[in-house]
T-cell receptor
Framework: DVKVTQSSRYLVKRTGEKVFLECVQD?????MFWYRQDPGLGLRLIYF???????EKGDIPEGYSVSREKKERFSLILESASTNQTSMYLC????????????FGAGTRLSVL | AQKVTQAQTEISVVEKEDVTLDCVYE???????LFWYKQPPSGELVFLIR??????QNEISGRYSWNFQKSTSSFNFTITASQVVDSAVYFC????????????FGTGTSLTVIP
């Protein structure tokens, strides 16, 4: 079974804090993704990575950065958390090419106070 | 532009009823993939099905079935004889061959099955 593990299920942070969300996958997938999920808006792509040290902006990258130093790990960084970043964050991974299925972690519910 | 529309925000059915979740998509790609995911209360999105644009055959898996119609740009999902465990948010998604494996998700349909 594919396993995508997000380090925290729930996080509470203060405005202005630097926040790290970690994601690890065990299937040697090239692609990894970070989404945020908000009611009525579905899933929106923040950043994705198709290889180590490579990253691409998604639809809503403002206020976020990412790091991929190892193939299995993809980190989302909120440089200075704000209340409008309170959301559910979902990490996914998948192979490049014809299989093209994304596998998701359980999500991190972040509250910024 | 790639877009997925799930017009049904919330649906409630009584157990054992059949229910259809609608998904309409827009794409200019000739090769693309359509997906359904289930998100139970635990939060993790679970992959249900992938269909590519060249395969319009309907698919059945147990109580689940999918109807793909390119003529109407729809990929609808039917649950037959619904059960309480089917209660979840269901997402339809689209990926184009030219979008680098990027997915475009609909806003989801929240299904509640009442015992």
């Amino acid at each position: 079974d594919v396993k995508v593990t997000q380090s925290s299920r729930y996080l509470v942070k203060r405005t202005g804090e630097k926040v790290f969300l970690e994601c690890v996958q065990d299937m040697d997938h090239e692609n990894m993704f970070w989404y945020r999920q908000d009611p009525g808006l579905g899933l929106r792509l923040i950043y994705f990575s198709y290889d180590v040290k490579m990253k691409e902006k998604g639809d809503i990258p403002e206020g976020y950065s990412v790091s991929r130093e190892k193939k299995e790990r993809f980190s989302l960084i909120l440089e200075s958390a704000s209340t409008n970043q309170t959301s559910m964050y979902l990490c996914a991974s998948g192979f490049v090419g014809s299989e093209n299925i994304q596998y998701f972690g359980a999500g991190t519910r972040l509250s910024v106070l | 532009a790639q877009k997925v529309t799930q017009a049904q925000t919330e649906i409630s059915v009584v157990e054992k009823e059949d229910v259809t979740l609608d998904c309409v998509y827009e794409t200019r790609d000739t090769t693309y993939y359509l997906f359904w995911y289930k998100q139970p209360p635990s939060g993790e999105l679970v992959f249900l099905i992938r269909r590519n644009s060249f395969d319009e055959q309907n698919e059945i898996s147990g109580r689940y079935s999918w109807n793909f119609q390119k003529s109407t740009s729809s990929f609808n999902f039917t649950i037959t004889a619904s059960q309480v465990v089917d209660s979840a948010v269901y997402f339809c998604a689209l990926s184009g061959a030219n979008t680098g494996n990027q997915f475009y998700f609909g806003t989801g349909t929240s299904l509640t099955v009442i015992p």
